[in-house]
Nanobody, 115 residues
Framework: QVQLVESGGGLVQAGGSLRLSCAAS????????MSWYRQAPGRQRELVAL???????NYADSVKGRFTISRDNAKNTVYLQMNSLKPEDTAVYYC?????????WGQGTQVTVSS
């Protein structure tokens, strides 16, 4: 069984920074990618950033230049460094682990950016 535990969310003023972490535990084989999604009230869940098994990254246009995704393979942990936060970044952020045969989701962590 694979579990994802997220941490690092909270309340921050516009222009501030937060760092999200997601640690994967359990029997893990064949990681294709790890990523962060977010879902704001009344909106669909959207991809924020992705890092593939070979280290390639992909970002939503809305966060390019402000957010950085990274991964510690030894710890099966993915991070999201969020800088220059804006009120429109307010959402529940979800960690996603894509293995060869299955996808796992974290429980979500709330990020609130005040203006």
């Amino acid at each position: 069984q694979v579990q994802l535990v997220e941490s690092g969310g909270g309340l921050v003023q516009a222009g501030g920074s937060l760092r999200l972490s997601c640690a994967a535990s359990g029997t893990i084989f064949g990681i294709d990618a790890m990523s962060w999604y977010r879902q704001a009230p009344g909106r669909q869940r959207e991809l924020v950033a992705l890092i593939s098994s070979n280290g390639r990254t992909n970002y939503a246009d809305s966060v390019k230049g402000r957010f950085t995704i990274s991964r510690d393979n030894a710890k099966n942990t993915v991070y999201l460094q969020m800088n220059s936060l804006k009120p429109e970044d307010t959402a529940v952020y979800y960690c996603n682990l894509a293995l060869t045969l299955r996808i796992y989701w974290g429980q979500g962590t709330q990020v609130t950016v005040s203006s």
